[in-house]
C-alpha cells in the first residue's frame, strides 16, 4: 500500500500543486481587490516555481489583469477542477483549503497558507492523495518579473 500511494504521489503531487494557481473563481472581495489594485497580487510578467516530492518546476507567464483572479485566488487547472470551501484572503496572508477533483472523479484534499505582496508569494502546504494517509509536501512561490510582459511570452 505504501509503495502504491508514493508511486501515485510521485506522478500525481507535482501536477496537483502546479494545477493549483491556475482557474477558478475568487471570491467577490478578491475579485474588487483585483480590479481597485488593492489587497492582491498585480497583473504582469511572473516566474512560480512548485515543488512536491522531490520535484520542481519552474514556469514564466504573462497574467493579465482578467487573469488574476485565477492566477491569485482560485487554484485550480484545467485538469483538476478545486473548491475550496475555507479561502481567507487578506492582509498579506492567505490560507485555502479544499478539494480537487480531476476528470476521472479522483479526489485529493488540498492546504495551503503564506504570506503574499503585490509582487510576490510563497504558499506551503500539501496534498492527501488518500483519506486517512498523511499530506505530502508541496510549496509553491511566485515573484513578479516585470509589469509588462515580453513580445513572446506564453500567457496564463
Same mark, same amino acid.
Given at each position: ?18 494545477? +493549483?494557481? +491556475? ?13 481597485? !489594485? !488593492?489587497?492582491? $497580487? ?9 515543488? @512536491? ?9 504573462? $497574467? ?21 470551501? $475555507? ?11 479544499? $478539494? ?11 492546504? +495551503? ?18 483519506? !486517512?494517509?498523511?499530506? +505530502?509536501? @508541496? ?13 513572446? @511570452?506564453?500567457?496564463?
Amino acid at each position: 500500500m505504501k509503495t502504491v500511494l508514493t508511486r501515485a504521489a510521485a506522478v500525481a503531487v507535482p501536477a496537483i500543486i502546479g494545477a +493549483l494557481f +491556475l482557474a477558478a473563481p475568487a471570491t467577490p472581495q478578491a475579485a474588487m481587490a483585483a480590479q481597485t !489594485g !488593492g489587497d492582491t $497580487v498585480l497583473p504582469g510578467y511572473w516566474e512560480y516555481t512548485t515543488s @512536491a516530492v522531490g520535484s520542481r518546476d519552474t514556469q514564466q507567464k504573462c $497574467v493579465r489583469p482578467s487573469e488574476i483572479n485565477r492566477f491569485f485566488g482560485g487554484l485550480s487547472t484545467r485538469r483538476w477542477r478545486c473548491t475550496y470551501p $475555507v479561502r481567507q484572503v487578506g492582509n498579506g496572508n492567505a490560507r485555502f483549503e479544499g $478539494v480537487c477533483t480531476d476528470h476521472k472523479n479522483r479526489r485529493v484534499n488540498v492546504r +495551503l497558507n503564506g504570506t503574499y505582496t503585490q509582487e510576490s508569494f510563497t504558499f506551503r502546504g500539501g496534498a492527501q492523495l488518500a483519506r !486517512g494517509t498523511p499530506y +505530502l509536501p @508541496a510549496s509553491i512561490t511566485a515573484r513578479r518579473l516585470a509589469a509588462t510582459c515580453p513580445a513572446d @511570452a506564453e500567457y496564463f
